[in-house]
C-alpha cells in the first residue's frame, strides 16, 4: 500500500508551483518520461519544479535550450501557439482563447470559476465528496500544505481551507467537461476545443486565465493527452 502511494504521488504530482513561476519557461512544464510529465518528489504539489524553473525534468539541461522558440512546433507538429510567432505574447480574451471557442455551458474552462470534470476551483471538500463519495486514497503534500483525494482516473487537491486547488484527470474514461475533449485526445482536438494556447512545447499546452491554468500533458511517444490539470497559481 505504502509503495502504491509514492507511485501514486510521484504519478500524481502535476503542478501548482509549476506555470506559477513557469509559464515563461514552459518547458519546465513538461518532462520526458512516458507521460511527458515533470518528475517531482513526493511531498510536493502538483505543479512544483526543481529551483531552477529552466531545468525542467532534465537537471541538466540549460535554460535555453529548454525555451520554446517563437517558430516550434505544437505537440503533433502540425500547429504552433498563437500561429507560431506570437506564442510568448498571446493576449487574452482571457489567456489564449477566442470567442468563438467560449461555450460555458458545455466546456468547464469557460465558466465562472473554471472547472474540470464538474469540479471548481474553490469548491468546498464536503461537496466533492458528496458528489463522487469517498476517495479510494487520502495523502498530504507540503508544498503547498494540502490534502489529495485521490479517485478512480482523477485526483483532487484541497488547500488548509478546504477548498479546492487543483483537479487533475489522467484516466481515459474520466470526462473532462472541456468540451468532448478526453485523454488520449490529440494537440489539433484540444485547439479545436479551446482555441490557441497561452504557451505551448513539444509535450505541453498551457492555458491562462482570471489566476487558473489548465495544462495538458502530452506523451511524447503518442503525441496525445496524457492528463489534464486544472490549478490555481499561487
Not at 500524481?12 to 519546465?28: E, K, P
Not at 517563437?70 to 477566442?98: L, M
Request: glycine fraction near 12%; include cysteine.
Amino acid at each position: 500500500m505504502r509503495n502504491r502511494r509514492i507511485g501514486t504521488l510521484a504519478k500524481s504530482a502535476a503542478l501548482l508551483t509549476l506555470c506559477i513561476a513557469a509559464t515563461s519557461a514552459l518547458v519546465g512544464c513538461g518532462g520526458h518520461g512516458s507521460s511527458g510529465r515533470t518528475e517531482r518528489t513526493p511531498e510536493q504539489a502538483p505543479g512544483a519544479v526543481s529551483e531552477d524553473p529552466a531545468g525542467g525534468s532534465d537537471q541538466g539541461a540549460s535554460a535555453s535550450a529548454g525555451q520554446t522558440t517563437p517558430h516550434s512546433e505544437a505537440v503533433d507538429g502540425t500547429a504552433s501557439a498563437a500561429d507560431a510567432s506570437d506564442a510568448a505574447n498571446v493576449e487574452p480574451n482571457a489567456a489564449g482563447r477566442d470567442n468563438e471557442h467560449r461555450q460555458p455551458d458545455a466546456n468547464g474552462w469557460y465558466a465562472e470559476p473554471p472547472a474540470l470534470h464538474g469540479i471548481a476551483i474553490g469548491e468546498r471538500e464536503a461537496d466533492v465528496r458528496e458528489l463522487f463519495g469517498d476517495p479510494s486514497d487520502t495523502y498530504k503534500l507540503s508544498d503547498p500544505p494540502m490534502t489529495v483525494l485521490e479517485y478512480d482516473g482523477f485526483s483532487v487537491g484541497v488547500g488548509e481551507n478546504g477548498r479546492v486547488q487543483f483537479v487533475e484527470v489522467s484516466g481515459a474514461n474520466v470526462a473532462t467537461g472541456i468540451g468532448e475533449l478526453a485523454v488520449g485526445d490529440t494537440a489539433d482536438e484540444t485547439m479545436n476545443a479551446l482555441g490557441e494556447p497561452s504557451h505551448a512545447s513539444d509535450t505541453v499546452l498551457l492555458y491562462e486565465r482570471d489566476g487558473v491554468s489548465l495544462k495538458f500533458d502530452f506523451d511524447p511517444n503518442t503525441k496525445k493527452i496524457a492528463s489534464v490539470l486544472l490549478f490555481k497559481e499561487r
